[in-house]
């Protein structure tokens, strides 16, 4: 039990650690991390780890880590694995507040900033298409697909609505057709 909880504490830290850019550009690394290099979560549970983040408060970083903690360890666990994701991240935060204002105009930091940008959109784009494989596996599922990225992309509709919208009809559609 106790490797268990270290296990946990220590990959959170590193999840926490190289969180830059989000939570969808670290998406990638946390299913590695949780899924294939542990077994925590199976990828249908990561997906809708990942559903549930979109509609509630907080990064999917902290709200996967207080998920796999509370399912492995309960209360205490939900709590300390979500404290070992927001650990190093905060004592950065607190570094970089005191040094913004001293670096801001630096040459250096504005060129590793421009080397970083396309790098997270990368991220973002293969923790998509990683999300993608396991979500769209039947026609229904890429219509919703289709559906949100319409209504967000062209009509500019909230994307909290949109998830609202296609959790409603997810749920009709699949309540007659359950097999599908």
């Given amino acids: 039990m106790s490797a268990l909880i270290l296990a946990a504490c220590l990959s959170f ?5 190289f969180s830059f850019g989000g939570g969808y550009a670290i998406l990638a690394f946390i299913q590695r991390e949780i899924i294939e290099n542990h077994g925590w979560l199976t990828p249908e549970e990561f997906v809708d780890v990942v559903a549930i983040a979109e509609m509630t408060p907080g990064t999917i ?3 996967s880590s207080t998920f796999v ?7 205490w ?14 004592v950065i935060c607190l570094i970089v507040s005191y040094y913004f ?12 900033l421009l080397g970083i940008r396309p790098a997270v959109v990368g991220l973002i784009a293969a923790a ?5 494989q396991i979500s769209i596996a039947s026609l229904p599922s ?7 990225l319409l209504l967000v992309w062209k009509f500019k509709v909230n994307p909290i609505l949109v998830l609202l919208i296609c959790g409603a009809l997810g749920a009709v559609f699949y309540g007659f ?4």
Wanted: aromatic share 20%.
């Fill in 13 to 17: 830290l590193k999840i926490g650690a």
């Fill in 61 to 63: 970083a902290v709200n």
């Fill in 69 to 75: 903690g509370f399912q492995l360890f309960g209360f």
């Fill in 77 to 90: 666990g939900g709590l300390l694995c979500s404290a070992c994701v927001l650990s190093i991240p905060f």
């Fill in 101 to 112: 204002n001293k670096f801001k105009d630096n040459a250096y930091l504005k060129n590793a």
């Fill in 128 to 132: 998509a298409f990683s999300v993608a």
């Fill in 142 to 148: 890429l219509f919703f697909f289709g559906l949100a």
């Fill in 177 to 180: 057709f359950p097999a599908l």
